[in-house]
């Protein structure tokens, strides 16, 4: 199946930096979305991305589906930024299977 | 307000007590999946359903049941829950099949089997 690959897996940021995560997956995709996963667990929608740069407010993320790989950026971090940060990918006909990355731990200090 | 909802969010059960967990949405969409999560192994499909009545196993569906008799509703039955099935749960939802169509999960249920 489908490789799915985050990096860095720990991250530790001042309050008001900025940091990129990535995401490199091992075949062609036709769905990659990213998540944030809260401290209570919860998954929340950030991007549906599969190819193209999108920007919601501080976050902001780049796929180069030719290139296999997926870039999440967070500009002027706060503390609610921490959690889990996960890229999801889908192969098609697959089930609509998600196929997820292991994920990147955030902590924003104060 | 467009949402998954599973219930219950915490469940505490002994090995072999029958349990359900519901799922429901209310954005009319024909796909739903359930997904567990576990430390180390990340998040992996259980079950997923195309459509009432079609139902299909995922990556990891032993020990588990699943219906469609509704198309919002996508509970999850555990006949006789082990231990290695205590996870944290996800029910999923988009509008169809296919890849064009983004994934709506619910809060999430920590079950624990003792």
């Known amino acids: 199946g489908i490789q799915v690959e985050q990096s860095p897996p720990d991250l530790i940021l001042q309050e008001g930096a900025n940091s990129t995560l990535r995401c490199n997956f091992s075949d062609s995709v036709n769905n990659l979305q990213w998540f944030h996963q809260n401290p209570w667990g919860q998954l929340i929608n950030l991007f549906y991305?599969?190819?193209g740069t999108k920007q919601n407010g501080r976050l902001s993320a780049t796929t180069v589906a030719t290139e296999r790989y997926s870039l999440l950026y967070i500009s002027s971090s706060q503390t609610t930024d921490s959690g889990v940060y996960f890229c999801?990918?889908?192969?098609?006909?697959?089930?609509?299977?998600?196929?997820f990355g292991g994920g990147t731990r955030v902590l924003v200090k104060p | 307000e467009a949402q998954v909802t599973q219930n219950p969010r915490y469940l505490i059960t002994v090995t072999g007590k029958k349990l359900t967990v519901t799922c429901s949405q209310n954005m009319n969409h024909e796909y739903m999946s359930w997904y567990r999560q576990d430390p180390g192994l990340g998040l992996r499909q259980i079950y997923y359903s195309m459509n009432v009545e079609v139902t299909d196993k995922g990556d990891v569906p032993e020990g588990y049941k699943v219906s469609r008799k509704e198309k919002r509703n996508f509970p999850l039955i555990l006949e006789s829950p082990s231990p290695n099935q205590t996870s944290l749960y996800f029910c999923?939802?988009?509008?169809?099949?296919?890849?064009?169509?983004?994934?709506?999960f619910g809060a999430g249920t920590r079950l624990s089997v003792l």
């Open positions: 999923a939802s988009s509008l169809s099949s296919g890849s064009l169509y983004i994934q709506y």
């Open positions: 999801a990918v889908e192969r098609t006909a697959a089930g609509n299977k998600l196929t």
């Open positions: 991305i599969p190819s």
